[in-house]
């Protein structure tokens, strides 16, 4: 669906700014189905590995052998901007993709999302203290008597907000001198909501020394509220730290053996995915935005033929104010498609090595 989408970006500039769109294929040939409207032929190929938009003229070479009439109409007979434009709408179309998912996520207020969202960027605020709890430690005192998703209604018989519960906790006392571990000497009586029904629960926090205070083992979190604007900015910051997480994580792996063991090809893509999808919607949407979001990144590398190198190239001829040729195009884009090529292979070489076991 994203690459589809990616392609519809493409498919819309080039019809937009005059240019002649041969084919709009889902998957690559051989071609099992096929439908013309128009110029356009729409088809299904056999091959589930993306798809393509092929529009007339996309090499300077094939200028030459074309009818007049087409040529006025082909990629390279265009004004340099117009090709930018044209190339720019697909990766463009997956970034308006995250940032809308992003944004709507970040606005319904769902604790899952926001949660996910601050930990693809860590820089981003999504969560404040609240009156869910959002994670237990094992081996504290609310380990097994507390549950994840659990909303404290009330705490020593007070309303219950994120300070009221934290400060009621940390102002508990030991019995005796304040060690490591030491007991309270009373309990803390939460009154907790789950999926609609209402417990008691008693927990004796202990002293925890490193911190200074007495803990229970919860942390307590909320969805930050975010208006229509706010979630625009904190989407829009979402996206800037994963740019910054894929180019630098890219880079590292090219050098680092240990980084690259953590890479993963679509095979992985997909099973984080099914993953994240079984555990909610919110989840894979998420994950979507994610994915839209790295395949745009990626796509705009400056290395034919990807979309970055199509731009490089357009903007490499607007400044020189003459045609760059087609082998002097490759020959520099060959470093990148030898590094992109060594990172998928080292992808799946992965992805087989766990689905193996190994």
């Known amino acids: 669906m994203l690459i589809v989408l990616h392609e519809a970006g493409h498919f819309f500039a080039a019809k937009a700014v005059g240019m002649r769109v041969e084919r709009f294929s889902l998957f690559f040939p051989p071609t099992i189905a096929r439908v013309r409207r128009g110029e356009t032929e729409y088809a299904i190929g056999a091959i589930p590995a993306g798809g393509y938009v092929k529009i007339t003229g996309m090499s300077p070479e094939e200028l030459a052998d074309l009818d007049p009439e087409l040529a006025k109409r082909a990629y390279y007979a265009q004004k340099p901007w117009k090709r930018i434009v044209v190339i720019l709408a697909g990766p463009g179309m997956n970034l308006l993709i995250a940032f809308v998912i992003f944004a709507a996520v970040l606005w319904s207020g769902s604790l899952g999302g926001a949660n996910t969202i601050g930990n693809l960027a860590p820089q981003v605020t999504t969560l404040v203290a609240g009156t869910t709890v959002d994670e237990l ?22 309303k219950a907000t994120g300070s009221v519960v934290i400060n009621t906790i940390v102002h508990d006392a030991c019995a005796g001198a304040a060690v490591q571990g030491c007991r309270a000497a009373k ?89 994240a999808v079984a555990a909610g919607p919110v989840y894979g949407f998420v994950i979507l935005g994610l994915v839209s979001m790295v395949l745009a990144v990626i796509n705009l590398f ?24 087609t082998q002097a195009m490759w020959r520099f ?8 090529v060594f990172l998928v292979v080292n992808g799946i070489s992965n992805d087989v090595s766990r689905l193996s076991g190994g």
């Open 137 to 158: 430690v094992s081996g504290e005192p609310a380990f097994g008597k507390l549950q994840l998703n659990d909303r404290i209604v009330t705490v020593d018989g007070h």
């Open 187 to 275: 309990p803390v009586v939460f009154v907790v909501k789950h999926g609609g029904t209402e417990r008691t629960v008693s927990i004796y926090p202990r002293y925890e020394r490193q911190s200074g205070r007495m803990m229970v083992g919860i942390v307590l979190a909320q969805a930050r509220p975010f208006g229509l604007l706010g979630a625009l900015g904190a989407a829009a910051a979402t996206m800037w730290s994963i740019t910054e997480s894929t180019v630098g994580g890219l880079a590292h792996a090219v050098t680092s053996s240990k980084v690259r063991s953590h890479l993963h090809s679509i095979v992985g893509i997909a099973q984080v995915t099914e993953q």
């Open 333 to 340: 884009s060959s470093v990148g498609i030898v590094l992109l």
């Open 302 to 325: 400056p290395f034919l033929p990807l979309d970055g190198g199509h731009v490089l190239w357009s903007v490499a001829e607007k400044l020189r104010g003459g045609r760059v040729s």
